[in-house]
């Protein structure tokens, strides 16, 4: 039974630029949450996806945007990247409205040079 | 919002060695979960513990839920335990994960 899977696993991308994460949730599990991970700190909620809408959000500013897919699959997108945006982006799913099962994917290092 | 804090910082034990991390938070809880990261990033889930007592193998989680603490103790430490350790915590009817600061160990032989 795979798990959450992430990709890419690594990306380099310029200051400005737009960049799109996907996460694939482990079966069964209908509920994604993105989390920001910078380097020495602990995971940061960025936003939460059920039933294909945005139900939890964390304080990120618009640039970070998502989707949700009638397949429980999901993106994050971030435009006009800045240098702080460099980070582990960490993908979970869960069941239950999210609140059981959380399982996190191996991350999607992103660069911004 | 809550705040989580985890102490201690870091963490340098010889293999064999008993250790104790603790997780303080702020205000009461739905949940509390501690995770395992490693070297490579992945977030493992180690216990969901909200209260009372839990052990898996070496090891066990304690959380005093009216107190607003967790303990994760490690016994018999093996240098693959070496990484980074999380409490999180949810509140109210929120599903997102509040982590706490986290504890890196080192485990060495």
């Known amino acids: 039974d795979a798990g959450v899977t992430q990709s890419p696993t690594h990306l380099i991308k310029t200051r400005g630029q737009q960049v799109t994460l996907r996460c694939s949730p482990k079966?069964?599990?209908?509920?994604v949450s993105w989390y920001q991970q910078a380097l020495g700190q602990g995971p940061q909620f960025i936003f939460q996806?059920?039933?294909?809408?945005e139900r939890q959000r964390g304080n990120f500013p618009d640039r970070f945007s998502g989707h949700q897919f009638p397949n429980y699959s999901s993106e994050l997108n971030v435009n006009a990247l800045l240098l702080g945006d460099s980070a582990l982006y960490l993908c979970?799913?869960?069941w239950g409205r999210g609140l059981y099962g959380y399982t996190f994917g191996s991350g999607t290092r992103l660069t911004v040079v | 919002g809550i705040q989580v804090e985890q102490s201690p910082p870091d963490l340098i034990l010889q293999e064999g060695a008993n250790s104790t991390l603790r997780c303080n938070f702020s205000?009461?809880?739905?949940?509390l979960q501690w995770f395992h990261q490693n070297p490579w990033g992945q977030l493992i889930n180690l216990f969901y513990?909200?209260?009372g007592t839990k052990q898996n193998g070496r090891l066990s989680a304690t959380t005093v839920a009216t107190e607003r603490y967790s303990l994760l103790y490690i016994s018999s430490s093996q240098t693959t335990d070496s990484g980074v350790y999380f409490c999180?915590?949810?509140?109210?009817?929120?599903?997102?994960?509040?982590f706490g600061t986290g504890t890196r160990l080192q485990v060495t032989l």
């Open positions: 979970a799913s869960s």
């Open positions: 999180a915590v949810n509140t109210g009817t929120a599903s997102k994960l509040t």
């Open positions: 996806y059920y039933e294909e809408e």
């Open positions: 205000d009461s809880v739905n949940n």
């Open positions: 079966s069964g599990h209908d509920t």
């Open positions: 513990i909200p209260s």
